[in-house]
T-cell receptor
C-alpha cells in the first residue's frame, strides 16, 4: 500500500514550457486535490475532484488544468509555466472532502 | 471571512520540554478541526481530527483541545523529542466541504 505518490520530486522549467505533475493513490479514495505551498502562506487549493470524471476549481486555479479519468490518478498540468508558479505542489486524497486527507511527498517546481 | 490564524509563527524549545501551539479560527459553519505535522521536505501527516462535540483528543504525546465557543484550539506536545521538529498546521473544515489552512507554526527542538 503505497498511499499517495507524486512524480517528479523536483522539476526546473523555463518560462512558457508545459509539464504534467503526476499523482496516484491506491486507497480507492474518491476525493483528490492539488495544493500549492508557498513560504509564509498556508496550503492553497488549486483543483479538486470528488470522483472519476468530475473536477472543479479551487482557490487558485489559473494556469493549471486537471483531469480525472480513473479513481487512482489525478494529474496536474501546467499549460505555460510562469515564475509565479514556482512552488511546492502537494497532491492529497481522502474518501470524502471532510475526512482526514493523505498527502503525497510533494513536487518542488522552479520556473526560471 | 473564513480564516485560521496560528501562533506563534515559530518556536524553539529544548528537548524534554513541553510546548503549546495555538489556533484561532473564524470559520462558519464549523465542521471539524485537524492538526497536521509536516516534516521538512515532506507532505503533511494528520495528528488529530476533532468535531464540534469533542474538546480533547490525544495521539501519543500530542494532545489537542478545542473550545468551539471561543473558536480556539491548542496542540500540546509533552516531553518533546528531536523528531518533533516540524511545522504544525491547523486546518478547519466548513460544512461546505471547504478546508481553510493556517500558515503553521514552525517548531524546532534542540538537544
Amino acid at each position: 500500500n503505497a498511499g499517495v505518490t507524486q512524480t517528479p520530486k523536483f522539476q526546473v522549467l523555463k518560462t512558457g514550457q508545459s509539464m504534467t505533475l503526476q499523482c496516484a493513490q491506491d486507497m480507492n479514495h474518491e476525493y483528490m486535490s492539488w495544493y500549492r505551498q508557498d513560504p509564509g502562506m498556508g496550503l492553497r487549493l488549486i483543483h479538486y475532484s470528488v470522483g472519476a470524471g468530475i473536477t472543479d476549481q479551487g482557490e487558485v486555479p489559473n494556469g493549471y488544468n486537471v483531469s480525472r479519468s480513473t479513481t487512482e490518478d489525478f494529474p496536474l498540468r501546467l499549460l505555460s509555466a510562469a515564475p509565479s508558479q514556482t512552488s511546492v505542489y502537494f497532491c492529497a486524497s481522502s474518501q470524502l472532502a471532510t475526512d482526514t486527507q493523505y498527502f503525497g511527498p510533494g513536487t518542488r517546481l522552479t520556473v526560471l | 471571512k473564513n480564516q485560521v490564524e496560528q501562533s506563534p509563527q515559530s518556536l524553539i524549545i529544548l528537548e524534554g520540554k513541553n510546548c503549546t501551539l495555538q489556533c484561532n479560527y473564524t470559520v462558519s459553519p464549523f465542521s471539524n478541526l485537524r492538526w497536521y505535522k509536516q516534516d521538512t521536505g515532506r507532505g503533511p501527516v494528520s495528528l488529530t481530527i476533532m468535531t464540534f462535540s469533542e474538546n480533547t483528543k490525544s495521539n501519543g504525546r500530542y494532545t489537542a483541545t478545542l473550545d468551539a465557543d471561543t473558536k480556539q484550539s491548542s496542540l500540546h506536545i509533552t516531553a518533546s523529542q528531536l523528531s518533533d521538529s516540524a511545522s504544525y498546521i491547523c486546518v478547519v473544515s466548513a460544512n461546505t466541504d471547504k478546508l481553510i489552512f493556517g500558515t503553521g507554526t514552525r517548531l524546532q527542538v534542540f538537544p
